[in-house]
């Protein structure tokens, strides 16, 4: 019974950590190589939820939504770093924290003109709906499967191509140092655009699968973009992939902290103490395993730059 | 000499004169002043952020209120102000002060979360203005930190989830699994339920306030079996909550039930996922009377949708001043105060009785969740659970 609830819970963080490492694998490559502060990151999930629930509203299909919806981010990224983030690059961060948290507020209002205050409807897709039996009499929903399936393969996805493509190269090179890079040859401009627009759409698609699964509303994505600090914080700013490993430990802290600490507790304390301390302890936990990862490795668990 | 004695006289003789004139102008535009006395509202709700659908339904029922009393409170020209608190207690402070000193309104109204009534109550009912709530009751406010110059038009917090405990008690449930935020108002709606429902309680979790993803919680649940469960997940909480139980098949694990959870603002997200669901509310858009009728048929019409009980609420805070204003015929505020205290003011729940303490003595109806004529998913009522029910606050409020 327990140990099947524990697989369970184990499933759900490792759901939950993909989603993240979708959020934060953009987010690290914008903060690391192209050493720029962008806030409005959780936007862009909620640029990418919008889309693909408006397409499965109007098309009926949940899967047209999705594929649709994944040029549509990339583009409204290429669009958003040509129209604004470029001119920002040569500010200090301070002022792109400013502009950026500008740009979150620009977001949420333009969703709101567009789609209306309230929550959108979004449902499962009829096939993904059903259950699949990780263990015998142990159901897990299929879609929530398929989201882990979704997360590990753009995962790997992103690993192929940072390591084994020439672009991917440029990037690597980048992370580590875009001046030299640049004075190489390599068209940062150009790379800094892609590598932006990519980011964008990796955090849509997050936002894609939420979608079903939550309220689609302005401002969805921004209590993930504070997780995804938190990871690319613990990961290595810059690396991917510290990101999808502090992404993974991220998820299973936070889930089978919130799950298991309360009932651990009640073990040592009495049950109001516990039933006080455990859920503020497991909402901080996520935090103190990053100040305890700084104390050790200032830099994070993989640091991209050498 | 004799001339310039005229003179002098002739400049005692204009200076009397302009002096008049001007006497006569003042008191010329004082009765003017008078006769187009403006009566101003200052309505505080939150209109940006996740939260700001409810402020907007709110807005659009306070809207309609005044065009259905064209335009005017108790005769007299009426001017609202709407403020927006960004759910934030600091926000609203500032902004209470700005209404109250510097645009000098006569009643404030309003506010949706306890933390925010608690952060404005003080600075708004001291200055001698009335503070009208349309949303948030907390415990304090309705026993030992009362204020004359308080009212409520909606309940005490403890109250809904009260008549669900007694509505579970009576139906013979066993066990309940109890959900709530933690925070203030989700132990106190589980004190609430537990004031009521003698049974056992199986389990009592506290999420995170504004938790998108319940899927963690819901494996436990699922787990622990339990025979019931009882949440409250208010707003965009309410619609991943629900959302995900359906998707994860636990009706067929245990039955749910929900305060503040499932309602007009989160049913057009959750659409049939809903159907079914039993809760508990004071108002409901099914209730029998001549302004709710009128109300909820007239709110449809302009916005497309069902209002919510929030929106209900704020309709009946400005139905409450247009009655105070027209019963005192004034909007001084000790004279509208003692016309609101008597109660008896005409809502969407019928004439509302007050307390003691300025909350409503009111009705708690079940509500369950189905499809209209038009196969729009809306509540309605199935029964009574009290009837005028006071809350459990009063005795410790002296004003």
Redesign the interface.
């Known amino acids: ?1 327990t140990s ?2 524990i697989l ?2 184990t499933f ?2 490792l ?2 950590g993909v989603t993240l490492f979708l959020v934060a694998a953009g987010l690290t490559l914008i903060l690391g190589i192209m050493d720029f502060v962008f806030l409005a990151h959780g936007a862009q999930v909620m640029i990418g939820a919008y889309f693909a629930a408006a397409i499965t509203a109007a098309s009926d299909n949940f899967y047209l939504g999705i594929l649709l919806a994944i040029p549509l981010t990339f583009a409204s990224g290429y669009v958003l770093e040509f129209l604004v983030i470029r001119h920002l690059y040569r500010r200090d961060h301070m002022e792109q924290v400013l502009a950026t948290f500008g740009l979150i507020l620009f977001f ?1 209002e333009l969703i ?1 003109i567009g789609f ?9 897709p009829p096939s993904l ?1 059903g ?1 699949v039996e990780i263990l015998p009499d142990t ?1 897990y ?1 299929a ?2 499967l398929g989201v882990i399936g979704v997360g590990f393969a753009c995962a790997l996805a992103i690993h192929l191509f940072v390591s084994r493509t020439r672009i991917g190269a440029m990037v690597r090179a980048g992370a580590n140092n875009s001046e030299m890079t640049a004075a190489l040859g390599v068209n940062i401009r150009i790379l800094f655009r892609l590598i932006f627009a990519a980011g964008a759409c990796f955090a849509g698609v997050a936002g894609m699968l ?1 979608g ?9 994505g921004e ?1 993930l973009l504070i997780l995804s600090l938190v990871v690319i914080i613990i990961g290595g700013i810059g690396s991917v992939r510290g990101a999808f490993i502090a992404a993974i430990i991220v998820g299973l802290v936070d ?1 089978l902290g ?2 298991f600490l ?1 009932g651990l507790l009640r073990l040592v304390f009495d049950q109001a103490t516990a ?1 006080g301390a ?3 302890l497991a ?1 901080m936990l996520v935090y103190i395993l990053m100040a305890v990862v700084l104390i050790f490795r200032p830099t994070g668990l993989f640091p991209a730059k050498g | 000499m004799l001339e310039i004695n005229w003179g002098v006289k002739m400049k005692k003789i204009m200076v009397a004169a302009v002096v008049l004139a001007a006497i006569g102008v003042g008191v010329y535009l004082l009765i003017n002043e008078q006769k187009k006395e403006v009566v101003r509202v200052g309505y505080m709700t939150t209109l940006s952020g996740g939260a700001g659908i409810i402020g907007k339904q709110m807005q659009n029922a306070v809207q309609l209120a005044l065009e259905h009393k064209g335009g005017r409170l108790g005769g007299m020209e009426a001017e609202v102000i709407f403020v927006d608190d960004q759910r934030k207690p600091d926000v609203a402070k500032q902004l209470a002060n700005r209404l109250v000193k510097s645009d000098r309104v006569d009643v404030v109204a309003g506010i949706i979360w306890s933390n925010v009534l608690m952060a404005v109550i003080k600075p708004i009912t001291r200055s001698d203005t009335l503070l009208i709530g349309s949303n948030a009751g907390p415990s304090p406010i309705a026993g030992e930190q009362c204020h004359e110059n308080f009212f409520s038009m909606s309940w005490q917090n403890d109250q809904t989830p009260e008549a669900m405990g007694k509505h579970m008690q009576d139906a013979g449930v066993k066990s309940v699994y109890l959900m709530a935020p933690n925070y203030q108002a989700g132990k106190d709606m589980l004190s609430g339920f537990k004031r009521y429902f003698k049974g056992e309680i199986a389990g009592e979790v506290y999420t995170k306030l504004g938790q998108s993803d319940f899927q963690a919680e819901l494996s436990s649940l699922r787990a622990a079996a339990p025979e019931t469960t009882m949440v409250f997940q208010p707003g965009g909480m309410g619609i991943n909550f629900v959302k995900q139980w359906k998707q994860s098949g636990l009706d067929q694990v245990s039955k749910l039930y929900q305060v503040f959870s499932v309602d007009a603002v989160s049913l057009p997200a959750l659409k049939d996922a809903a159907l079914g669901i039993l809760g508990t509310q004071s108002w409901s858009p099914d209730l029998d009377n001549d302004i709710n009728r009128k109300f909820v048929a007239d709110y449809k019409a302009k916005h497309g949708g069902y209002p919510s009980y929030y929106a209900a609420q704020a309709y009946d805070t400005i139905l409450a001043i247009d009655h105070a204003i027209a019963t005192s015929g004034s909007k001084d505020t000790d004279q509208m105060r003692a016309v609101l205290a008597k109660g008896n003011i005409p809502t969407t729940r019928g004439l509302l009785k007050m307390n003691s303490n300025h909350f409503p003595v009111q009705n708690f109806y079940l509500r369950d969740t189905v499809k209209d004529a038009d196969g729009v998913v809306t509540t309605k009522v199935l029964s009574t659970v009290f009837a005028d029910h006071a809350d459990s606050y009063a005795a410790n409020c002296k004003f």
Request: net charge neutral; aromatic share 6%.
């Open positions: 019974m099947t609830l369970e819970q759900n963080g759901q939950a949420n709101r209306g205050p309230a929550a959108l409807y979004s449902d499962l709906s259950f159901p929903p879609y929530r939420l079903p699964l939550t309220a689609v509303q302005p401002g969805m209590p889930t919130r799950v309360p039933d455990g859920p503020a909402s």
